[in-house]
C-alpha cells in the first residue's frame, strides 16, 4: 500500500495513540513495524483462526521484543476474544492503555488467569546477573471446562496440569467451575521469557464459522477456549533471549517482501515506490544491528 502504514503507525504514536497490530500476522509490515518500534501491542483470533503463538507471538519474543499479547472479535460478535490487563488506581482509558503497552495483559475468551514469580507479575522483566531458581506460578478459572494449563518457556512447553471441577458454593448454582493450579521451577542461567497458556485441545482457534462445536474445551459460543498471558521476562547479565535462526528467518522473510514488492506492485513514481520499500529496508537495518551485537 501506498502510503505505507508506517507513516501512520508513526504519526498516531506522535499524537499518543497506543499501536495495536490486529489479525495477527495476517498482513504485511508487521515484521519491519516492530522491529522499527512503531508497535506496542500485538493481536491473535481477533477476526479468524490464522496463524498461531509461535507465528504471531514466540518468534518475536525469541530475538528480544517485549510483545504485549492482545485480541478482540473485529466487528463481529462471535466469540468472548478479550485482553484483560491488571492495573492500579481508578479505571481509565489513559491507565489501561499504559498498562497494555507494559504487557500487563492476558488474552482469553473464557477463563481468568494469574501469573507470578514470587513479587513479579505479568509484564515484569527479573534482571539477574548469575544463576538464579525462580518458581512461577499460574492459575486459570473459568465456567467451562478449559482441560489444560500449561507453562510455556522461550516457546516451549515446560509443564502442564488438567483442570478440576469445583462444586459451586451457592447451592442454587449447580454448574461450579472449573480450575488449575501450575507451579514450575526454573534454574535460570540465560536470558528467557515465562508465559501461562490454555490448551483445550481445539487446533482452529477462533472461527468466524457456525457454531458446530460442543462438549468439552469450549464456551457458550461453541467456540474453542483458549488463554494465553504475556510474559514474563528474564534478563541475564543484561541481555535478553536472542535466537539466531528465527532472526535470519525474519530477516529472509523482509528480504522476500522486497522481491515481491520489486516484482509484483505497481505504483505511480519511484517516490512511492521508495517509500514502501524503506519501511522493509529499515527493519532489516535494525534487525542486523541486533545480530551484530549478537555475535
Known sequence: DDPPLQKGLRQARREGATVVWCHNSFGLEDIPNW???TVDAQNIFDGGSHDSYEKTFYRYLNVGLRVPFSTGTDWFIYDFSRVYVKMKGELMPERWLSALR????YITNGPLMELRC???DIGDIIAIDKPQKMVFRGT???RNDFRKLQMVYNGKVVAETSSRHFRAKAKTDSSGYHKAVL??????DQPGWVALRVNSGFTTLPTTAPVVQKGKGVNEFGQGLFGHTSPIYIDYTGKRVFQHRIAKALKNEMESSIDEIL???KFFGDVEKMQVLRVYEKGIEAL????EAEK
Open 183 to 188: 507451579n514450575w521451577t526454573l534454574n535460570a
Open 288 to 291: 542486523e544491528r541486533r545480530l
Open 263 to 265: 516484482g509484483r506492485s
Open 140 to 142: 486459570a478459572c473459568g
Open 35 to 37: 522491529f522499527s518500534g
Open 118 to 120: 514470587g513479587k513479579y
Open 102 to 105: 507494559k504487557g500487563r495483559s
